[in-house]
């Protein structure tokens, strides 16, 4: 039978065709009036760099989206860029349809009812249609004269996500403000708690919470830049512009290289993020976030939630209280808060089986938001006073000031050992504490009672386990590394209670061994590798030997807990001392000179000695430690292998300065040892300074040191002097600190192949070979040769150079934070 002379098989065979493509794109960028979206059929824009269809947020939900994401041929990684549905899912896509339906686009669900719509009134339609552009906007317009204004864009309705081309801002006539609102977490597109708009009266961005109190501004526009966001000077890569008028206020920006993906982000931790996909890794690198630190966003961990930019998770639970969901806090959404474990006494009876409530001091925090001043005249009064009135869940006495919190606590923040703090009392039951009057008699009879067998049994328990402890630790394993337990380093490190520091691959904590040599001991994050291949690349690491390098003495491998062992380093890291110490401890030029040298030592090994090529990735002050005679050593090295290319979790998760990334970085090409030689040259200037390369003055305009080095190397006459750390008063070698400031002239040029390598780096600063002048970096080049007034970085004596100058920034003030880490083979 011939299937060509039966039409029932024809028309099964048309039909089966059309059934099985139906999850395919329609390929085209146009929903007309006589088609529509349905199931897995999609729209694709022209050049295909967008596509719009239903959508599954993760993998955990079971409610479907019409929403814009990538196109995978452009970023493989579904990235979602807007949502139509954002409170109105739907169950089953394959039932609902987006389609035109009276002059709009509507979204029907599964049960035919309309959920999301344009919402315009139009009468034309039968020539109204949707059209998706290689920009991410989707248009509906009219079909019949396709060339006059959209009736409608999703440009005027963002969800989280800001294109290149798009506007946030005010439309002064309608009063309709266009705003980025957070998703509510990382698999839930629904309106979160935090949003970014415009303040059109100050010409700034402002970040809210729950769209009523803001908590971060981009400081003022001043034609260029907003103030408080320096990253926005790297204006060759992005394209930033401001537009106020009678009818409007808006910001915008593009991308010069339009083969870079870019988007802005409002994320749902409560951080606006700015995002580029590297193709040559495959995943999205963060360029920079604002506010800086996750703990500086206002209420992130809810109600008894406490913020610890220092600990992971950032948010815990106040003592006495538990999450209130668990399945939220399991998810990274936080702003749920925290509940009581334990219902106050107060309220049913002021003393319950002679029990009340009772305060807990938590110690050296930044208090909540909304405190009330209590009259009271001493700590005792304070407390009393809080505890008579059943709404006041804490209180805090400064000496001169009673504050009280009634009902939540809100913003609260755990700070670092060496920040001053303050303490506050929470409001707890009795029986969260461990011991009262009315059983401290019992406890202390126990304790009596036993104290004799307890010491005993202890003193033997130690010493057999100090002799193990002692017989394992000797054991060296994988060349010259040893293998220690994880037991091990925890009794070491005292339960890892004295931390050092801490960056993108882990904290840092100081421990000491049996034999009383002090260690530092990194607990690493992020470690998804097997057993074998991890003790290889440790093993590998391990061989790497150089007196400017820290030196791995060991390493632990327990399943998922994975550490490394160094040396302990007395003085702790460059930073510190060029950046926090006071005048009295400042390194003086010959000891700043040393470090620059020897760090540039360690670099040539790792690049040239080794057997493979080491390529650091993120040399900057914190990565440079040193001995007790302030010998540097380079730490960190070689462990990008033992993480992978995460730079996304790399970069937001340390927290220190931005600004050593090389802009090969940002444009996706092959990394090669010359990223080194950049950052190295950015951390040179800092050497010479003692400050940050970039910094925001009082008057809020920001100053960059490298582009007043660059004015100042290339003027026959400059100033070099005015240069040097104003601390030092003018006590340095000018042949070596003119010679310092060339060779990181050298090092930040825009083309790699201009760059020395460390080698060479290593013989100029030796004096064995002499260095030209550098021509300026394009980078800075275009800023020196702006007209805009600019405040230069130095703030020495009035015998610094007295010229005021234009410029507003450079292509390495390009991150936030840290530059991420990898290792690679040359």
Known sequence: MEVRNNPWIMSFVIFFCFSFNSHVSLG????????????????????????????????????????????KDRVSEQTIVWVANRETPVSDRFSSELKISGGNLVLFNESKIQIWSTNLSSSRSNSVEAVLGDDGNLVLRDGSNPSVSPLWQSFDFPSDTWLPGATVGLN?????????????SKEDPAPGLFSLELDPNQSRYLIFWNRSLWYWSSGT???????????????????????????????????????????????YGGQIQQKSWLDSVNQWFLFWSQPKTQCEVYGYCGAF????????????????????????????????????????????????????????????????????????????????????????????????QCSAWFGHLLNMEQLADDTSGTTIYIRLAASEFSS???????????????????????????VFLRRRRTVKMGKAVEGSLM???????????????????????????????????????????????????????????????????VRLRGFCSEGAKKLLVYDYMPNGSLDSHLFYEKDSKVLDWKTRYNIALGTARGLTYLHEKCRDCIIHCDIKPENILLDAEFCPKVADFGLAKLVGRDFSRVLTTMRGTRGYLAPEWISGVAITAKADVYSYGMMLFEVVSGRRNSEQSEDGKVKFFPSYVASQINQDHGDILSLLDHRLEGNADLEELTRTCKVA???????????????????????????????????????????????????ASSTQSSQTQSHTSTASSQTKSNTSNTSSKS
């Open 221 to 267: 526009w001043n034609g260029q830049i907003f103030s408080g966001v320096p990253e926005m000077r790297l204006n060759y890569i992005y394209n930033f512009s401001y537009v106020s008028n009678d009818n409007e206020s808006y910001f915008t920006y593009s991308v010069y290289n339009k083969t870079i993906t870019s988007r802005f982000v409002m994320d």
């Open 483 to 549: 293998a220690f337990g994880y037991r091990d380093l925890q009794n070491a490190t005292k339960n890892f209670s004295e931390k050092l520091g801490g960056g993108g691959f882990g904290s840092v904590f100081k421990g000491v061994l049996p034999d009383t040599s002090v260690i530092a001991v990194k607990k690493l994050e992020g470690i998804s590798q097997g057993e074998k291949q991890f003790r290889s690349e440790v093993s590998t690491i391990g061989t790497v030997q150089h007196v400017n390098l």
């Open 28 to 71: 085209a960028d146009t929903i007309s009036a006589n088609s529509s979206v349905s199931g897995d059929q999609t729209i694709v824009s022209a050049g295909k760099v967008f596509e719009l269809g239903f959508f599954k947020p993760g993998n955990s939900s079971s409610k479907y989206y019409i929403g814009m994401w990538y196109y």
């Open 745 to 795: 002239c050298w090092c930040i040029q825009d083309d790699e192949t201009q760059r020395p390598s460390m080698g060479q780096v290593v013989q100029i600063l030796e004096g064995v070979v002499n260095v030209t002048a550098p021509p300026t970096p394009r980078s800075l080049q275009v800023f020196l040769d702006s007209q805009e007034n600019i405040i230069f970085f130095t703030e």
């Open 305 to 400: 939630g406490i913020c610890n930019e220092k600990s992971q998770p950032f948010c815990n639970c106040l003592k006495g209280f538990n999450p209130k969901s668990r399945e939220d806090w399991d998810s990274e959404v936080f702003s749920g808060g925290c509940e009581r474990a334990t219902n106050l006494q107060c309220g049913n009876s002021s003393v319950v089986n002679g029990k009340s409530d009772r305060f807990f001091p938590s110690d050296n925090v930044k208090l909540p938001a909304n405190p009330q001043t209590v009259a009271a005249r001493s700590a005792q009064e304070c407390e009393s006073t809080c505890l008579s009135n059943c709404s006041c869940a804490a209180y805090a006495y400064n000496g001169s």
């Open 436 to 462: 009262s009057k009315s059983n401290k008699g019992v406890v202390i009879g126990g304790v009596v009672g036993s104290v004799v067998i307890v010491s005993l049994l202890g003193l033997v328990l130690f």
């Open 172 to 184: 002064k006539i309608t009063k309709r403000n266009t705003r980025l609102i957070s998703w509510k």
